[in-house]
């Protein structure tokens, strides 16, 4: 094929079109970034208001805190930042661990456990936070049913290489 243009303006109109390239993609990246602004806002307005809910029921238990006893509101530390599960009442996600475990006999990674527990649950897992969190609620539960000797983890608490996955095997006899 002839190069009717020169070589020259070849390399002029290649690099005109390799820069209009570049700026369309810098402009999908600014609308992608523009949008997860937007999401991130309006996350911020949701939470300012779950937030200002809070403390309004804080300030409503104050009076009655006061006719009880004679404690500071102020001096009550937080239990914990995790909200509480609506659809799961206490010991239904233990339960259902327990019956996972078992169901197969066979030795279950920490990541089976929680897409399984997260599925039937609907634990949150939506940002990196939720996630960390739900997994992290997971292990401790796991954690304790080795505890009482009935669940088995490969390898041992002890290798904390940070490479190998953890393997949780059913080793006692079915909890009522």
């Given amino acids: 094929m002839a190069n009717l243009l020169g070589n020259k303006l070849n390399r002029i109109i290649r690099e005109i079109a390799y820069a209009k390239g570049e700026v369309l993609t810098h402009k999908i990246a600014a609308e992608k970034a523009k949008d ?42 937080a239990i914990r930042h995790w909200p509480k599960l ?3 009442s206490y010991g239904k996600i233990i339960k259902e661990l327990v019956r996972y475990l078992q169901q197969d006999g ?39 049913l080795v505890q009482q000797g009935v669940v088995a983890r490969y390898p041992e608490e002890t290798v904390l290489d940070g490479h190998s996955v953890a393997h949780w095997h059913w080793i006692g006899a079915p909890l009522k």
């Fill in 106 to 144: 066979e030795p279950k990674s920490t990541g089976e456990i929680v897409v399984h527990l997260v599925r039937k649950f609907g634990l949150p897992v939506g940002t990196n936070a939720e996630r960390a969190e739900t997994s992290s609620s997971i292990r401790k539960r796991l954690r304790k």
């Fill in 36 to 77: 997860r602004i937007k999401l991130a806002a309006a996350e911020l307005k949701a939470a300012r208001s779950e937030m200002r809910l809070a403390e309004a029921r804080v300030a409503a238990l104050r009076p009655k805190l006061g006719e009880q006893a004679d404690i500071a509101a102020d001096e009550i530390r």
């Fill in 86 to 88: 609506p659809t799961t």
